[in-house]
């Protein structure tokens, strides 16, 4: 933020720079050497999430509004949902 004030002078004559990324959330470098921090175990918990939500959907789908059977599953999404 532009508030006329000079920024202080870091400590150390190193950079590096940070990419943030979708596949990859960051990939940091220093010019010489990079690093990767992998997000597979967080996709992966993502990807069953979607897949158990759209198998109870599913399942709710063919219960009529209001039964008892709809209502037992849409209390298991709203159970999952809150994890």
């Given at each position: 933020m532009e508030d006329g004030r000079e920024p202080p002078v870091a400590p150390g004559g190193n950079m590096?720079?940070?990419?943030?990324?979708?596949?990859?959330p960051a990939a940091v470098s220093d010019g010489?050497?990079?690093?990767?921090f992998s997000a597979r175990e967080l996709r992966s918990v993502k990807q069953y999430g979607?897949?158990?939500r759209a198998e109870l959907q599913r399942l709710q789908a063919s219960k009529k509004k209001g039964s008892r059977t709809w209502k037992k599953l849409q209390h298991?999404?709203?159970?999952f949902a809150a994890q």
């Open positions: 590096a720079g940070i990419d943030l990324g979708e596949i990859q010489q050497e990079t690093v990767l979607h897949k158990r298991r999404k709203g159970r």
